[in-house]
Each structure stands twice: as structure tokens, then as C-alpha cells.
């Protein structure tokens, strides 16, 4: 499968983490659970340039699109319906 930036990422799909492509930001997505080799899931993406929405462990959460942008994922599953 190909690597895609998670802010890129269809949604509802179950995503694995590749890479966290800016190591500034690494220990705060950690803190979240967000880590390499994690799973997470992409729920939605808002229109006109609006958050990323995902689940992590049961938590949603939340991103701009520029940070969503620094979370290299593939995907392990097709969109549900």
C-alpha cells in the first residue's frame, strides 16, 4: 500500500502510522497516543479547508490540516459505507 499524508487519507479507514515527518511534534502526537506502528482511524474530513477529525484508541480528536499533514499513514482497511 502507499504512504499517504493522513491529512490526504480517505476517510473511514482504519490507518496505520508510518511516520511523524516533524520530530518537534513527535512526543506532543505520543502524548495523544498518537505513535509509530499505532492504529487510528479517520473519520472525517471538514470542508473548506476545516479540521481533521480521527480515533484514537476510542478518543476523537481534532486536527488542522497542516498538522494532520505532518502524520504519514497507510491504510490497512477500505472505507465502510
Known sequence: MDRIELSKA????????????????????????????????????????GPIVIEVSGTKMSFGRNIAAKIEVEALSRPSQ
Open 10 to 49: 480517505p476517510c473511514n479507514q482504519t490507518l496505520e502510522i508510518m511516520r511523524i515527518n516533524d520530530a518537534s511534534w513527535e512526543k506532543r502526537f505520543e502524548s495523544m497516543g498518537i505513535r509509530k506502528g499505532g492504529h487510528i482511524r479517520k473519520i472525517a474530513s471538514q470542508p473548506f479547508g
